[in-house]
Structure formats: structure tokens, C-alpha cells
């Protein structure tokens, strides 16, 4: 989603719910990277999600200590939309010129966004020909409330730094998480804090784009109530045995079993749905991201529940890292995925 024009060197801010993320990369090109700078400083749920002054002007202090600590010396940014406050869908139109079709699909917008066109921002792409339609082609269309954009935009710039364009995190993630040359479809399954954002591509562009409201807080949560213990200490059980029947008599399992098999449902409802639109296009592997990559046993649980296999995906892929920054990296470089997917856009 381009609020404004697009200029040279920029880098990547991502507002986390537990962190801020920074990122500055070197384009090689042939879609490889090198880590020009990066920067990460933890931040607590009160302080992302309050709206007052104070929280704010903490939140500004954490994102320039981030920035400061990377040495990235330009002000240009390109800033993610969590998916809690973008929406984003997949529409067919009729075959007609680029050019056509950006005259007639403003008059379209409002009958699929859920907001009142004047109170969005709105940015579309065309995918190419629908792929169960031949006279029809298909568009993504994403829209964020303007108050929100606007908010956010203020927020940044009051803090000395250029925002250049912002774009929801599912496309972002597309970029950095999904290998070159995939043929058949993808489910990236990128678990947060807070909720879960799905994504079902094909080739390399997004079909599916959904946000479910379970997140670790929701496993956390089940875990206290089940093992009468307290947050820190089911977050560590959590992150440490995970699903694994075999560790602590498989009480951890059992204990979040109910969360999980609703968070089952949605994986296979995503698929069932890209199934029906797309009949002759399989999904041929899903992607884990965020805490789907590190809670143990948690792959072989969606594999089970989906019948289709599982790997833990690497948002550093196509990124040339050195040693020093990988033995620096290695406790929080799957978190990366929204800020790597940013700093991956096109600064053309």
C-alpha cells in the first residue's frame, strides 16, 4: 500500500506487540539481499497497545534506541500495518487494459471493503488472469481506516524520520518467508503475540489473506487455567516442551488441546476454501512463522491435523548475513519475517 512516492535507500520499521524491529538491506539483485544494519528493542503489550501520551512518547523513545543502535543513518522508512488493523482480499473482474481498469474499479471498492470508502485508504494490484475464470482476472485489494494511517504516519514522522510508503504485514511476510520458484500454493502460518495471520499464495502472489484471534496469549492463557501456574511460568513450558507428548507427561499438550484444535479448524477451513476456488491448484506445503517456528512439536501438529507437510520458514533466506550478526541473531531471528519482507520491497 504506497501512501507516498517511493525514493533511494530506506529501511524497514516494524511496531511489534513485543519488540521493535529495524532493518536496512543491501539489493544484490536476482531477489538476494546482503544486511546492511539491523536493530531490535523488546517492549512490553501495555506500551504497543495504550493510547496515551506516555505510552506514545515511550514507544518513540524504543523505536529511535532501535534505529540508533543499528547505525542506520537514513531517515526514509517503510512502515508495516499489523493485520489487525488492515484488510485485505482477493476479487475477480472482468478482462479489460490496466489502464481501464484503474478508471473503473474506484467505483468498485466500496462494495468490498468493510469501511466507508471516504474513511479508507485503498491500494490495489493486479494478480493476472483468475485462475478458475478465463474472462475474468484477478485484483488485492487492501484498505486501512484513514484515522488509523493518519495516526500512525503523524506518529513516525514526529519522530524525525520520512515515511515513504506503508504495507500491510501478510504482504510483507509473502516476500521474505516464501522460497523462489514455488509452483503450487503455500500456507504461511505466522504466529504472534496477540493473533495469527494466514496466508495462502500462489506463484508469488497472495490469494488467501486472513487473521485469526489466536495467538501464544491464547496458548498461555488455557495453560495458567489448566496448570494452575503463572504467566512467565506457562510461557517457558510452552516455549520449552511445546506440543511433545513425552515432556512433562504431555501436560502441556493436554492443557492447550482446546486452543489448538479451534486454531486447527481455521488451517483447514483456509484450505478447504482455497481449495474450492482454485480446484486444480494444490497447497504443496505450509510455511511456520513467529512462534509456529519455535514451539516445539508444533510443525508435526499441523501436519497431522492438515495432512499437508510443514517446515519452519526462514524470513533470512535470501539475505547474506555475516557470522557476527548471525551469533547476534540467533535468539530472535525468526521474528524478523514483517521487518525483512519491508526492507525487501522494491526501492524503485
Known amino acids: 500500500m504506497r501512501l507516498l512516492k517511493g525514493v533511494g535507500d530506506f529501511f524497514a520499521l516494524d511496531i511489534g506487540t513485543n519488540a521493535v524491529r529495524v532493518v536496512q538491506l543491501e539489493n544484490n539483485g536476482q531477489n538476494n539481499w546482503t544486511l546492511a544494519h539491523y536493530g531490535y528493542a523488546p517492549v512490553d503489550l501495555q506500551t504497543t497497545s495504550a493510547s496515551s501520551k506516555e505510552s506514545e512518547r515511550r514507544l518513540g523513545e524504543i523505536i529511535m534506541t532501535a534505529v540508533g543502535q543499528s547505525g542506520i543513518k537514513t531517515k526514509n522508512v517503510v512502515i508495516g500495518l499489523p493485520s489487525q488493523k488492515s484488510f485485505m482480499t482477493v476479487i475477480d473482474v472482468p478482462n479489460m487494459p490496466e489502464a481501464e481498469l484503474r478508471n473503473t474499479i474506484k467505483y468498485q471498492i466500496d462494495q468490498y471493503i468493510p469501511m466507508a470508502i471516504d474513511e479508507a485508504k485503498v491500494d490495489w494490484a493486479l494478480l493476472g488472469q483468475s485462475m478458475h475464470n478465463p474472462q475474468q482476472q484477478e485484483v488485492l485489494l487492501a484498505s486501512t481506516a484513514n484515522s488509523y494511517a493518519e495516526e500512525r504516519l503523524e506518529f513516525v514522522e514526529s519522530l524525525g524520520l520520512n515515511v515513504i510508503a506503508a504495507e500491510p504485514d501478510p504482504i510483507a511476510i509473502i516476500r521474505s518467508l516464501l522460497p ?45 487455567q489448566n496448570l494452575n501456574v503463572q504467566e512467565d511460568q506457562a510461557r517457558q513450558f510452552i516455549i520449552k516442551f511445546g506440543l511433545a507428548p513425552d515432556r512433562l507427561e504431555g ?98
Do not use: C, H, M
Open 180 to 224: 523462489s520458484d514455488i509452483k503450487d500454493g503455500r500456507l504461511i502460518i505466522d504466529v504472534g503475540e496477540l493473533s495469527t495471520n494466514l496466508v495462502i499464495t500462489y506463484g508469488d502472489t497472495p490469494r488467501l489473506v486472513r487473521t485469526i484471534p489466536t495467538g501464544l496469549a491464547s496458548l498461555i492463557k488455557a495453560a495458567v
Open 251 to 348: 501436560q502441556v499438550f493436554r492443557a492447550v488441546e482446546n486452543v489448538l484444535e479451534g486454531f486447527a479448524a481455521e488451517l483447514t477451513k483456509s484450505i478447504k476454501f482455497f481449495q474450492t476456488r482454485y480446484p486444480n491448484t494444490p497447497v504443496g506445503g505450509i510455511l511456520l512463522s513467529g512462534y509456529a517456528s519455535v514451539i516445539p512439536k508444533f510443525g508435526e501438529y499441523v501436519t497431522a491435523k492438515t495432512g499437508v507437510a510443514s517446515v519452519q520458514a526462514n524470513p533470512w533466506q535470501k539475505v547474506k548475513v555475516q557470522q557476527s550478526d548471525q551469533q547476534q541473531l540467533i535468539a530472535i531471528a525468526t521474528e524478523f519475517a514483517t521487518a525483512v519482507g519491508l526492507a525487501q520491497r522494491s526501492n524503485k
